[in-house]
């Protein structure tokens, strides 16, 4: 039997809000974080005659999920990309738009489970964190970074209010010797965190080892690029639905879906000028959460905010900047 975090969150709600951009001949939903091929395992076999395009950075998760939905045949399609890249990926598979656009956010269970990879705080791996096969690792940042960066990376990313204590210790010790293994770090947040602190919000670890891996990422610059390129993908009846597990990723997921709504016209005007109605409509009221049923039976689901959006009209494509400057 799989273990709870090979359940995707929410899976029945999610196919459920996605049937209906996708209950027609052809129609196409581009998954942007494919992973084990989960969610779309499940929208290939609930909804007959769409079609899927898998993304993922990461080649081993597009080897693994080529391989589970291989049944399906050229139902399903795999791109080795990052998600911000979507627009790419559709005008590359010759389509001028899709029915359906879907992220689940965050580390995927396949990723947890490998120990090489350095993103479970519970085993002793090196600090790679990397989602794919490039660029800077846990240990690059840990090592390389000042004490004030990293005091902000902690800070912004794991929401750790003891950020600069922690990258105080580690400027100290990686002067002793370089961070290499996830053994170490744990190690030194044991010392480094009181007791009393220790003893509420789960491990000690968790926000350190997550706001890394979305520094090591870039995760929440790249979603910043790609809910807009998402939300103008999907044609007149598409839909794209989000799950965050992040604070800062479901306001940014907010904000993109606000922009998108919003009636841009004068709030003192007594009427709404044809052709200056939003383009869009907000599916979900605010953000949906997991019951406490699917939260006992999948831990993971604690923490979700699912969000979904839906295009109701052609007219002009919005303003669907997510924000003021860079995240």
């Known amino acids: ?14 196919v459920a809000l996605l049937a209906p951009a996708l209950d027609h001949e052809g129609a196409v ?16 076999e609930r ?3 769409c079609r899927v395009i898998g993304i993922d950075r990461d080649p081993r998760a597009l080897a693994l999920s080529r391989e589970r939905l291989a049944p399906y045949g050229d139902r399903f399609t795999g791109v080795q990309a990052v998600y911000d890249e979507i627009a790419d990926v559709v005008a590359d598979q010759g389509l001028p738009e899709v029915a359906g656009v879907l992220f689940d956010l965050g580390v995927s269970s396949m990723q947890l489970d490998l120990p090489e990879r350095g ?10 964190m990397r989602m ?69 919000g789960g491990h000690p670890a968790k926000r350190t080892f997550q706001a890394l891996r979305m520094e090591v990422n870039d995760e929440l610059r790249v979603l910043q690029r790609a809910m807009p390129a998402a939300v103008e993908a999907i044609g007149v009846g598409g839909r794209v639905v989000v799950e965050s597990y992040h ?45 406490a049923e699917e939260v006992e039976e999948n831990p993971r689901a604690a923490s979700v905010r699912l969000r979904a959006i839906e295009r109701i009209r052609a007219n002009a494509r919005p303003n669907t900047s997510s924000g003021k400057g860079a995240v």
């Open 1 to 14: 039997m799989s273990s709870p975090r090979h359940v995707p969150v929410l899976l029945d709600r999610v």
């Open 29 to 44: 939903l581009v998954d942007c974080t494919l992973g084990l091929g989960g969610h779309s395992e499940a929208v290939l």
């Open 47 to 49: 909804i007959p005659g």
């Open 119 to 128: 993103f479970a705080y519970a085993v002793d791996a090196p600090l790679d």
């Open 132 to 200: 794919g096969d490039t660029g800077p690792t846990a240990a690059d940042v840990l090592n390389t970074y000042s004490a004030a960066e990293l005091a902000r990376v902690l800070r912004e990313y794991g929401e750790e209010k003891l950020a600069r204590r922690i990258a105080d210790a580690v400027v100290r010790e990686r002067q002793v010797e370089p961070f290499s293994t996830s053994a170490r770090l744990v190690e030194l947040l044991y010392d480094v965190i009181p007791a009393p602190a220790r003893r509420t």
């Open 247 to 291: 604070s800062l990723e479901d306001r940014l997921v907010k904000r993109t879906f606000a922009a998108a709504t919003r009636l841009d016209v004068p709030d003192d005007l007594p009427f709404v000028p044809e052709g200056a109605e939003p383009s869009y409509r907000l599916v979900t009221r605010g953000a949906e959460q997991a019951t």
